[in-house]
């Protein structure tokens, strides 16, 4: 079967590629006053400037083709149906159906999956109110306060980030935390600032086995124990997601606070189903709800709108430009507001788990990069830092800078620098400094011609470094839906493009399975070690360690 990049799609873009070597954006600006409204576009309350990149018409157009080629349309429409995409678990993959607001049906082996994902945004509206009124209260009558959030991968990046993105709208009077690393420093840290009498814990496990986030949770048990509740007390404090419902019982936990999950849901997806309970906790169900409604406003421009206005299909295609076309190995994310700082850590697991494959669909194994290193920071943090690879390094490293225009409660001025320093590094990256330029502005230095020369070459800075602006009129949880469905339907379109199954974590199982084999050994210390050998000594001194 023909791969991708054996396609004459592919070949086209190739030379397209080779065609704009030593061409440079600052010409291409200079060129056509209307580049910057020619590749802007807006939806669901994020707009996307997207001239800063690498392209023409024939570019845009060749990866528009590409994407034809590999039936990304046909793929995303198989996705929204219900069909058997993730083909290596035989599931569906239906974390829209979360969030579908439509009214119609989405079926799923012949059944409407619906009505039980309606039945549990009630649950979950029904519990968070109980817990804000005072209704739920612990075993001493007081109301809670602190929230516990234990999870791991999705199960807690998700909930975490998108709690800290919304902190203008936390509830007051509640205090979430999110527990994840099984090093017990972080959750002994955690339970050291609360009150057991006032704290629930959220327990987030689709078998209630994995084994970062049971024993967290068992570690919570015997510490809501050891500070004077009982075994019947546990209902009150501790609520489980979870498809092992039984587990969950036999913890302590009543059944009617356990809420379920489904096998047509990947973690790195799951913050749209009962996972996002502490983010509802956070922030009351109703901004809960308007979480979902922008994910599903982004779901339909995904649907609907043209190639050419469509922000996901537009950041997957520019994406695989800069990875396949380029030689891009990462991408950075540049979030100028605080509050949104998590972001690029949400999307690392988002892409990285999704698209890092060396398999295509058809069992062939790939000769061509798919997924890049995702990393980033919040503005202008980076700026101070590794700002100065992304200017002057030698390799390309494509960049997203997102902003809301407005703030709640912000000083202006701060505000104003920050918008300030994101536009212009935008520009920086972009234009750059010619050697003339910065020849010139030394014409005053106290420097003779050799250093003049020399120190106007350090300065040089190449420009033509793409990037992306996102601009949000501010971020409501309407539109932090919006931008997390966009992020995830881009890595949909590279996935779909590279012929690879985003919607599997082989490498992820592995690492597990191997860490059980090795914690046995840890745990049972005359058992005889086969590992190799390096395995076998590192588990040899740690055994000479805890004894």
């Known amino acids: 079967m023909t791969t991708v990049n054996q396609t004459e799609q592919w070949n086209v873009l190739s030379k397209l590629a080779q065609s704009i070597q030593g061409q440079h954006m600052r010409d291409w600006f200079n060129a056509d006053p209307q580049r910057a409204a020619k590749y802007t576009t807006s939806a669901c309350g994020i707009t996307l400037d997207y001239s800063k990149n690498l392209i023409n018409p024939d570019i845009l157009q060749g990866l528009l083709n590409l994407a034809h080629r590999q039936q990304v349309p046909q793929k995303r429409d198989a996705m929204f149906a219900g069909e058997i995409i993730n083909h290596t678990e035989q599931r569906a993959v239906l974390h ?13 082996d012949g059944v409407d999956v619906m009505p039980d994902v309606l039945a549990t945004q009630d649950k979950i509206k029904d519990f968070v109110q109980q817990i804000h009124s005072g209704q739920h209260k612990g ?9 516990v959030s234990i999870g791991i991968g999705g199960s807690f990046l998700g909930p975490k980030i998108m709690s800290e993105a919304l902190k203008p709208y936390w509830k007051d009077g509640i205090s979430v935390h999110y527990v994840a690393n099984v090093d017990a420093c972080h959750i002994q840290d955690v339970l050291a600032k609360l009150d057991h009498t006032d704290t629930l814990f959220v327990m987030s496990s689709k078998s209630f086995t994995t084994q970062e986030t049971l024993q967290n949770t068992l570690t919570a048990k015997q510490w809501f124990l050891d500070q004077g509740g009982s075994q019947n007390d546990i209902a009150k404090h501790f609520v489980a997601v979870s498809s092992n419902v039984k587990a969950a019982v036999e913890f302590g936990m009543d059944e009617n606070n356990i809420f379920p999950m489904w096998d ?11 996972i996002g309970l502490p983010i509802a906790l956070t922030v009351g169900y109703e901004h809960y709800r308007a979480l979902l409604e922008g994910a599903f406003a982004m779901d339909t421009h995904f649907k609907t709108a043209p190639a ?6 537009l950041l997957g295609l520019l994406g695989v430009w800069y990875t396949n076309f380029h030689g891009a190995q990462s991408h950075v994310l540049l979030p100028y507001y605080h509050y949104l700082r998590g972001f690029p850590a949400y999307v690392q697991q988002l892409d990285m788990e999704s698209n890092g494959k060396g398999v295509a669909n058809q069992a062939d ?3 061509y990069a798919t997924g890049p290193v995702i990393w980033g920071s919040e503005g202008t943090n980076g700026q101070h830092s590794f700002h100065q690879l992304i200017h002057q390094g030698k390799v390309l490293i494509p960049a997203d800078f997102m902003l809301p225009l407005n703030v709640p409660q912000q000083n202006d001025i701060h505000h104003a620098m920050l918008a300030s320093n994101c536009f212009g590094q935008t520009q920086a990256l972009m234009q750059g400094k010619t050697y003339q ?3 010139a ?25 793409p990037s992306n602006t996102l601009l949000f009129e501010q971020l409501d949880p309407h539109t932090l839906g919006a931008l997390v469905a966009m992020y995830e339907h881009k890595v949909f379109v590279q996935g779909a493009i590279w012929g690879v199954n985003s919607f599997d974590q082989w490498g992820v199982e592995l690492g597990k399975v191997l860490g059980n084999q090795v914690l046995d050994k840890l745990v049972n ?19 000479q360690a805890n004894r």
Not at 96 to 108: K, Y
Not at 266 to 273: D, I
Request: hydrophobic share 35%.
């Open 96 to 108: 829209t159906a979360l969030r579908n607001f439509s009214g119609e049906p989405v079926m799923v």
């Open 365 to 367: 194994d790939i000769d």
């Open 525 to 543: 210390t005359d058992a005889t070690l086969e590992f190799d050998a390096s395995t076998n000594q590192l588990i040899e001194k740690f055994r």
């Open 308 to 313: 050419t206005e469509n922000l996901p299909m």
């Open 437 to 439: 330029e910065c020849y």
């Open 139 to 147: 075993y001493t009558g007081k109301a809670i306060k602190h929230i």
């Open 264 to 274: 047509w849901v990947g973690g790195r997806y799951s913050l749209w189903s009962a």
């Open 441 to 465: 502005d030394l014409a005053s230095a106290d420097l003779d011609e050799s250093a003049r020369k020399g120190l106007a070459k350090h300065k040089t800075m190449p420009g033509n470094k």
